[in-house]
């Protein structure tokens, strides 16, 4: 049974820095793309993040490029987002996502598979 288990999350200051990561179980991980995405209270579910099976091509939206970085351990089966210059809009649930579509970028969620159960992320100003 495939497992994503977020950690990470918490209370950070506007302008810190913060790191959350994805340990993934039940799938070969290597051969999934993986993605960030965040939902606040009131909002839609929104892209973050995604990164390629091979960890050769990363994608974001306007609103966190530059300030987040997705990266990968395909030994460890795990996904990290380093967030920095952290702002309250930045304040969600994060999740991450497994996808087997050989599709680029991923930045819809109706291409991921496989969901975490999502960590807190609070900013305050």
């Known amino acids: 049974q495939v497992q994503l288990v977020e950690s990470g999350g918490g209370l950070v200051q506007a302008g810190g820095s913060l790191r959350v990561s994805c340990a993934a179980s039940?799938?070969?991980?290597?051969?999934?793309?993986m993605g960030w995405f965040r939902q606040a209270p009131g909002k839609e579910r929104e892209f973050v993040a995604a990164?390629?099976?091979?960890?050769?091509?990363?994608c974001y939206p306007n609103s966190v490029k530059g300030r987040f970085t997705i990266s990968r351990d395909n030994a460890k089966n795990t996904v990290y987002l380093q967030m920095d210059s952290l702002k309250p809009d930045d304040t969600a649930v994060y999740y991450c996502?497994?996808?087997?579509?050989?599709?680029?970028?991923?930045?819809?969620?109706?291409?991921?598979?496989?969901w975490g159960q999502g960590t807190q992320v609070t900013v305050s100003s």
């Open positions: 996502a497994a996808s087997e579509a050989r599709v680029w970028p991923l930045t819809l969620g109706r291409y991921y598979r496989h």
């Open positions: 039940g799938l070969t991980f290597s051969t999934y793309a």
């Open positions: 990164i390629s099976w091979g960890a050769g091509n990363t």
